[in-house]
């Protein structure tokens, strides 16, 4: 959730409102393994046991995280009003320093005036209430709990009335409540409420139980219910997030879509799990197609997959190094060193650590790059074949130089007009499509991609645009192996693999991209170009006569390379 609960006055501005809340520094900080609910869809019920957790080990979580920058400190559970010194752990929040302190919770205990007053007395600011109906029968029925609707209902409207926290609402997206969403949305809004997190049903825990058939819907069959219900974003005082709902269904609201941000968060939360896949080899337990399919890490973990694949391999096309190279272990031979820095300095160290007989640098500043190149074409010992850049300047004294290697411009506003007024482009240029790890850079540096090519014909090499906008084939994306998705010792980190997928491998498609013919080859687009600019440049093409599945369900097809 977000915690912006002011009113904004266009979508664009609750874009950047949303973006900045997705990007806080979060500290989830469980109290207790139990709850007085019980969820039919609760993706915590094999954690729950009854107990609550040590206080010395919650104040000291609490303090640490605050140390490591910590900006947003989540008290949860299980139900974390149910730990006897919640109060004292909110209190406790405050005085280390976090901005704000909020808790996911079922809400019962809100309805006893002296926990709200003196949750807010000690610096409480944001209450995430669990709410899955807006009748008793509905919500009592999916909790597992009679009475449950009465009692946090009166929390709500008490904390409501209070006018003292930032209150939104948690609804489980499933079978027995996706008809009912703009109703409930409609009764919360009456209430007073103006945010709202839909969190879409996921194969863990309860959920994947004996009651599976009664939760899991089907999306195609309930796309009028969704989109009546993410229409509400479109109301300038309402706000609506999306969480772990897969993006091809999103189509007309894809500024909806879960920041990829918050992946990092999803995977620490199984972290132990994927550590003992990586180390051990000991699958992970929920890895079964029928379940993968309902599920939102789907993609990453079948990109994890590719990942482990390639860097078991004893050759890859490119080795992309950027930052630190590992200290031990042994890589994969590549033809291709592809570099990513800051300067010429950080690039001579890198190269140092690559064995590839070819380089490509992606750098910030290519000062000195002239002077450094040999005369016969080479740096640092290796054939140059390709530098990347966004600036204009740059652009320009490459392609101005004497030399063999690709000049690969990425295409923004800022480079547009240059390249066009190169005329008859350079044999040495190629243009390229840029991810971003924030959708407003997105917004502020993307062209029309679709417009421009259709006007810009020349058979340069493009990278990163599919066939469908481009008009024609792009360059194929190699086989690459990120060495920095490794650590130290040359395996793969899941906190650095994660980093990655985000930036350059979380890759999506719409729903009718199922139909078009490059669809088995097709990457798609990045998640954030999405986010920014919709599915709507993306256009089919000529599909095979026995090929009508438009359904592609969870499968946001992330570059696998």
Known sequence: MGGSSDDASSDGEKVLAHESAAHDKRNWVRLSYDCNNHCTFC???????????????????????????????????GEPTMHPNFLDFVKLGKRAGYPKVQTVTNGRMFKYPDFLNTAANNGLDEITFSLHGHTAKLHDALVGTPGAFVEETAGLKAALASGRFIINIDIVINKQNIKHLPEMLETFIGWGVQEFDLLHIIPFGNAWSDARDHLFYDLDGNLEYLQRTFAYARRPDIHIWLNRFPPPYT????????????????????????????????????????????????????????VIEARKEDEVEVLRFSGEAPMAGTLPVAKTARIAGKTLDDA??????????????????????????????????????????????????????????????????????????????????????????????????????????????????????????????????????????????????????????????????????????????????????????????????????????????????????
């Open 251 to 306: 189509e007309g609201f894809e500024d909806l879509i879960q920041d990829p941000y918050k992946l990092n968060d999803e995977v620490r939360g199984r972290r132990e799990e994927f550590d003992k896949y990586l180390s051990l080899g000991k699958k992970l337990s929920c890895r079964e197609p029928e379940r993968c399919k309902y599920c939102y890490l789907q993609n990453l973990c079948d990109t994890l997959d590719t």
């Open 43 to 77: 993706l915590d019920s094999n954690a729950h046991d009854g107990t609550m957790r040590n206080n010395l080990d919650i104040k000291v979580q609490i303090i640490e995280g605050r140390k490591k920058g910590m900006s947003r400190l989540i008290l949860s559970g």
């Open 348 to 561: 001579a160290r890198l190269a140092k650590a690559a064995k590839s007989p070819e380089l490509e640098l992606e750098l910030d500043d290519y000062a000195g790059l002239e002077a450094a190149i040999a005369a016969d074409g080479t740096l640092f010992g290796k054939k140059l074949t390709r530098c990347y850049t966004d600036s204009v300047e740059t652009m320009t004294r490459l392609l101005g130089l004497d030399a063999s290697f690709e000049v690969a411009v990425f295409l923004t506003k800022a480079t547009e007009p240059a390249v066009l007024a190169l005329g008859a482009p350079p044999a040495r240029l190629v243009l390229a499509q840029r991810n971003y790890d924030l959708v407003s850079d997105a917004h502020a540096n993307d062209v029309d991609t679709r417009a421009f090519f259709a006007a810009y014909t020349a058979p340069i090499p493009v990278e990163n645009v599919p066939t469908c906008i481009l008009g024609r084939e792009p360059r194929k994306h190699p086989r690459m192996l990120d060495v920095t998705m490794l650590g130290s010792d040359a395996r793969i980190d899941m906190t650095a693999y994660t980093k990655r997928y985000v930036a350059d491998a979380y890759y999506t498609k719409a729903l009718r991209c199922g139909t078009c013919s490059e669809n088995a080859t097709c990457r798609g687009v990045h998640v954030n170009w999405v986010r920014a600019h919709g599915f709507a440049a993306l256009a089919p093409l000529g599909a095979p006569a026995s090929d009508t599945n438009t359904n592609t369900d969870t499968d946001e097809q992330a570059a696998a390379e």
